[in-house]
T-cell receptor
Framework: DTEVTQTPKHLVMGMTNKKSLKCEQHMGHRAMYWYKQKAKKPPELMFVYSYEKLSINESVPSRFSPECPNSSLLNLHLHALQPEDSALYLC???????????????????FGPGTRLTVL | RKEVEQDPGPFNVPEGATVAFNCTYSNSASQSFFWYRQDCRKEPKLLMSVYSSGNEDGRFTAQLNRASQYISLLIRDSKLSDSATYLCVVNVVNTGTASKLTFGTGTRLQVTL
């Protein structure tokens, strides 16, 4: 089973709202990722969590706040977003590896269906 | 120069045709390579990993040339259901514990009757 689930599927929010996106996987993966994808563009990495610790923040604005409550769950908290933040937000997970570069060379990421976010 | 470059297409081919996509990457430290398929308004789905020895999965064949930093995907006997965007993806392992993927812009394929 290579399933990553995301909720909600669609979200419309105003610029003053606070909302959260949720992602879950039960594959025992230890690395989880948030990506943002605009229309006709490839996914852009936002955050990487590895073993429940934030490993990479790709200079994402602070209005996006990730959280990893446990190894199966990844949240993205949204606050004071701008209309240009409207996009498809994708979660992914992978096996990850603790300091084993040879295992990481075959690490494969599996994507959830995404949350389509519209900021008004 | 983009880290991963692909011809954006679109490639319009008739059913049954053979079509080839190419991709080049700039980081010689790249560790692993993938083709993902993405349908309109859906998530990317792993099509296949790409190995130096070349690998085949049914109608799909992928090749990697590390010396030229070049990756290819060949689709034989195209089906209507192959219509999608094909993303060339490169993994540069630099985090120690998680992979970091770099995506090409994707090549759009449209298979017609």
């Amino acid at each position: 089973d290579t399933e990553v689930t995301q909720t909600p599927k669609h979200l419309v929010m105003g610029m003053t709202n606070k909302k959260s996106l949720k992602c879950e996987q039960h594959m025992g993966h230890r690395a989880m990722y948030w990506y943002k994808q605009k229309a006709k563009k490839p996914p852009e990495l936002m955050f990487v969590y590895s073993y429940e610790k934030l490993s990479i923040n790709e200079s994402v604005p602070s209005r996006f706040s990730p959280e990893c409550p446990n190894s199966s769950l990844l949240n993205l908290h949204l606050h004071a977003l701008q209309p240009e933040d409207s996009a498809l937000y994708l979660c992914a997970s992978s096996q990850g590896a603790s300091g084993r570069a040879n295992r990481l060379s075959t690490d494969t990421q599996y994507f959830g269906p995404g949350t389509r976010l519209t900021v008004l | 120069r983009k880290e991963v470059e692909q011809d954006p297409g679109p490639f319009n081919v008739p059913e049954g045709a053979t079509v080839a996509f190419n991709c080049t990457y700039s980081n010689s430290a790249s560790q692993s390579f993938f083709w993902y398929r993405q349908d309109c308004r859906k998530e990317p789905k792993l099509l296949m990993s790409v190995y130096s020895s070349g690998n085949e999965d049914g109608r799909f064949t992928a090749q990697l040339n590390r010396a030229s930093q070049y990756i290819s995907l060949l689709i034989r006997d195209s089906k209507l259901s192959d219509s999608a965007t094909y993303l060339c993806v490169v993994n540069v392992v630099n985090t120690g514990t998680a992979s970091k993927l770099t995506f090409g812009t994707g090549t759009r394929l449209q298979v017609t009757l």
